[in-house]
């Protein structure tokens, strides 16, 4: 591989380096405050301008007949799927519209063939099919002009800084050395470099400023407000690395990296690079944007059709806990949620605790002899976790996810398994992977948070209705604690 260039400043931008104290007071910071209008434009993501756009070019045969209606709404929505599916929604560090062209064409002439067929189908008549397919012409037509002045006004806004964000170097290399350099001269791939990090073995290399060691970045991500995170060449094993980035806070950063193998082409058939530098977009390591508002709603919409449906169960439950012990049907016990929060889960009581700290202390009561045979029963179907829909509609849970715990023992566990306080990236579940595979009750923490940390890497909402689906095949077969 050729010898990359040394980290060179710019003129236009003096370092004016300040020093830190505490922990890390060999490093140095570079000032991270952007534009007024880009402090304005820190939410703003791709799809948000991206996809209005495209909705309002597809939609536009409407402004001239309605008599195509029903097939132009059908090819806006199989249309947007398409583009979704194929990648056209997501950031791109290099904008061209003649990049996406050729997967742009292809999605819509495949929507329109579709929508086209069935309106075929529909009305055998050819004046009929000849106007619509007139619209689909001027709509597919509409979306290729829309994204090229989209390319235009993104590129600009840019290179104005109007539309940045704050950008960590991980790796103190010399391809992390040159990545920095082009960030800092060219602004037209919108990220605004604010310093790097690296493992403490590694030397600084010329000028490159490190503001930290990668164990620093959940700290330094809201320190300099950074947003994303560039992956490049940092002098670490990989398990130290993910450890590092699957934090909290630095999980909510996007993810790019530089392929190990340059010229390597990016999966999608969409590469993208920062300078002839190849950079790839890693997945997702937390719910976020639309895929959270999907999750979301999708919640809120299975909470309450399950009370609706439920509520005789419900009645009957809450009734049968009384007989049982008397008054006070309802347990509340204080769980960590997502992000370290902590909240009060509902459940129908089975069994009353001689105290609070035995409460928050005892790890499995499966076996306590205090357990009636109503509880005992609740809890082998899981009945007494059903209040638990109050708190997904609250927003302090969701159907499926990592079974949220107590403070004692998240705090014990993080400490013993690294991996445990990354499974906080999504809200806590009423179900979850790890407990419809088998971990539930008193078994291996190390298993349940791998199988947790995948289902969060790995969500879809597929997923989440096939773990719904075994959950009520484990109430079935009576597989509760």
Known sequence: MPRLPAFEHQAAQPPDITSMTGSMDTTTVLPYAGSRASTRTRRLRAWMVTAPIDVAALLAPLLLTQDYWRGTLSNAALTVGLLATGGLYRPRRHISILDELPSLGGRLLAAGAVVAIIAALRHDSVVYLGGFMRGLALSAGLVVVGRAVNSR?????????????NAIVVGGG?????????LRRYPQYGLRFVGAVDAPSRPRLGALPLIGTIDDVEKLVTMVECEVLVIADPDCSESDLMEALLRPASSRCDLWAVPRLWGSRSQGGHPDHIGAIPIVKIGDTTLSGPRWWVKRASDVLFALVALILLSPLLLLCALATFLDGGRGIFFRQERIGRYGRPFQVVK????????????????????????????????????????????????????????????????KFSVEYPTYAMRHRVPVGLTGLAQVSGLRGDTPISDRARFDNYYVENWSLWLDIKIVLRTVTEVFRGGGR
């Open 153 to 165: 006004i993104v590129l600009l806004a840019r290179r104005r800084r109007w539309v940045e964000h």
């Open 348 to 411: 129908f009581r089975s069994m009353r605790p001689a105290d609070e700290h035995e409460s928050q202390t005892t790890w499995s009561i499966a076996h306590d002899r205090r357990i009636g045979p109503i509880g005992r029963f609740m809890r082998r179907t899981s009945l007494d976790e059903l209040p638990q829909l109050w708190n997904i509609l609250r927003g302090e849970m969701s159907v499926v996810g990592p079974r949220p715990e107590r403070p004692y023992f998240v705090e």
């Open 174 to 182: 010399p391809i992390g050395a040159e990545l920095a350099r082009l």
